[in-house]
């Protein structure tokens, strides 16, 4: 699925930040298809008052993960998404020039779930491998770039089991704890990313679609394509 809203990077290599945000639509609400159609500029916003200030705004998020730890590209990575609004970190404004975008369906003042932890952990892992200039401190909240006016994912994230998870997965003798494009994967790895020559296996428990495609609950093995879009096994069509 593709959003509209989106146009070039200044510089496509100079991605050096992950920007989690939070998003229900209608408030509260989930599984309603409504962020979709908001990313993709099909929102309905007449029929109902808590859409209303949604009228004619444009944003998009490079990825959306459901409840269920589905996932959705709407941006490719290489692309800017316009999902950061005015911001700044570590003295750039910006920030959707040089960042992606990773919205979580929730709420500001509810818990995310297990699988969308699970999912987000191993995307992170993934990015991090392929975008040098990402660490884990480069992975914050909409509120740090934007404070004052946005305070997503919320004072509920749990942002000590996402940096865990990463801190988790660095191994010995490896500088992120992602195997090389020349290195093979490992019978029974858990967490590795296959490199781009590498297919993934029936029944692969992690990954992440491409644009046209919508991930499996629960899946979360990630692998970045030449483009910048992301894709995974046992994906299903949106």
């Known amino acids: 699925m593709r959003s509209p809203n989106q146009n070039a990077r200044p510089d496509p290599e100079d991605i050096n930040l992950v920007v989690v945000h939070g998003i229900s639509l209608p408030p509260g609400e989930f599984g309603t298809g409504a962020v979709a159609r908001l990313f993709c500029n099909t929102l309905d916003c007449s029929g109902d008052p808590r859409l209303a200030d ?107 089991l996402v940096h865990g998870g990463l801190f988790r997965s660095l191994q010995p003798g490896s500088a992120r704890g992602v195997p090389s494009q020349e290195e093979s994967l490992q019978p029974g790895s858990a967490r590795g990313v296959p490199s781009q020559e590498e297919s993934l296996q029936p029944g692969s428990a992690r990954g992440v679609p491409s644009q046209e495609e919508s991930l499996q609950p629960g899946s979360a093995r990630v692998s970045l394509a030449e483009d910048g879009s992301a894709r995974g096994n046992a994906p299903h069509k949106t």
């Open 54 to 160: 949604l009228a004619g705004v444009r944003v998009s998020a490079h990825l959306f993960v459901s409840r269920r730890g589905s996932v959705t590209q709407f941006v490719a990575f290489d692309r800017r998404a316009w999902h950061a609004g005015i911001s700044r970190w570590r003295g750039r404004t910006g920030c959707n020039d040089f960042s992606i975008g990773i919205e979580l369906e929730g709420t500001d003042d509810a818990g995310y779930t297990s699988r969308q932890y699970g999912v987000l952990t191993n995307i992170l892992d993934a990015l991090i491998a392929r975008y040098p200039r990402i660490d884990r401190s480069a992975v914050v909240g909409h509120s740090e770039i934007a404070p004052g006016r946005k305070i997503d994912p919320g004072p509920h994230f749990d942002w000590p």
